[in-house]
DNA sequence: GTCTATAATAAGATAGAC
DNA sequence: GTCTATCTTATTATAGAC
């Protein structure tokens, strides 16, 4: 890993925000360079290009989020757990992101190169894929009948499509809810209990 | 309502397309023309500047696709009616307009103007507010004791996030599943079927 | 390494002929 | 209404002094 010096990590660190809030067509150099304390030239003599700088970014910030949210889900057998796990590690994730999911649908779809190359050696290299366990679990799950049985990817698509809604129609919710903050803690433990419930009760057997 | 030439149509066709793809800020004024079968010039003379041609389209395609939402949903009082509609209905509209999920999350966070004036229109002004029907049918529901006392705000946002999700997320689950077609009729009926299920055995009273 | 000044390019907007 | 050619502006990128 390279040490980075104290210019280059100011660079990456108003990078980053203006990227993540602007995307890579409306993120202006200029604004990058104020909010580094820096001007353009340097910036350009950094990193070279515009171009280049948000390759930077984009990995970066792509690789750690998908990494802590992979580890911040638990390696415990039990379902119950793994679920209670699994929704309190995301929605933490999350909050601690709260632009990243509007970033990543965004972005993703303008240009996939980078990101398939991130996901594949994020999910898919690693000897024991935290994707696969997580089927595993859930299959043992139907296997054993503590859950009646269910197509296991709908389930995750509907589990993780409740933690990240909020995030993604965040200007909706608080337009239409104006005492709801989606960003407050309240909203996230009553977030964590209501996703719980449901999916809990909506799996296992009667 | 005006009429509209065949220019202005196929301009507005156009611009729609390279928009809802690109964005405010990574459409080319070139690629509509070119999609259009005209020049700059044209445009111009038509729509005055990219911001307005933006705010037309802009304005056009949210109108509509919250009006289509909300017609999709089915006006009757019987709980699990309600939801096998307002879950068909949804998906029905998304799987229509697979780049709207995408495009109002991300424009939207960039500026939320013109977006609050048409919700509040849509949402709040007409005389029977069709999200005020939502709450109410759950709302008597829990009442009845059909179903279980439940956080209804939640509750809403899990329905729309199961919907939501795989048009978002398109690009992440057809990497790591690439059997999954997401605009597939298919993928369609079976995530209608999961997520109802799921909602279903999740709310009602055991 | 960092700056100011400036070049190069890209993209939106307009003038004027037809 | 529609085009070609051109202007203007915004933004990225570089040269050269310190």
Redesign the interface.
């Known amino acids: 890993m390279e040490k980075l010096t104290d210019t280059e990590q100011r660079i990456l660190q108003a990078a980053t925000e203006v990227f993540l809030e ?2 890579k ?2 993120a202006r150099m200029q604004e990058i360079a104020r909010k580094a304390g820096i001007n353009k030239a340097l910036l350009h003599y950094y990193f070279r290009s515009k171009e280049q700088l948000y390759q930077r970014v984009f990995n970066y910030e792509v690789r750690s989020f998908f990494a802590a949210l992979l580890q911040s889900v638990p390696q415990t057998r039990d379902l119950a757990q793994f679920l209670k796990g699994f929704i309190d590690g995301y929605l933490d994730q999350l909050a601690a992101r709260p632009r990243m ?2 970033f990543i ?2 972005e ?3 240009d ?1 190169t980078a ?2 190359t991130i ?2 050696e994020i ?1 898919l290299e690693t000897s024991d894929s935290p ?1 696969h366990h997580w089927i595993t679990i859930l299959e043992e799950a139907i296997e054993k009948e503590i859950i ?1 049985p ?2 296991i ?3 995750l ?2 589990l ?7 995030f ?6 608080e ?3 104006p005492t ?1 903050r989606v960003n407050s803690s309240e909203f996230l433990q ?2 964590k209990k ?2 719980f ?7 296992t057997k ?1």
Chains 1, 2 share one sequence.
């Open positions: 602007k995307g067509e409306g999911v509007r649908s965004w993703i779809s303008q996939m990101f398939k996901l594949k999910l994707l009646r269910l197509n990817h709908h389930f698509f509907n993780l499509g409740m933690c990240v809604y909020p993604l129609a965040q200007p909706v919710i337009t239409l809810f709801i009553e977030r209501e996703i419930e449901l999916v809990w009760r909506g799996i009667t």
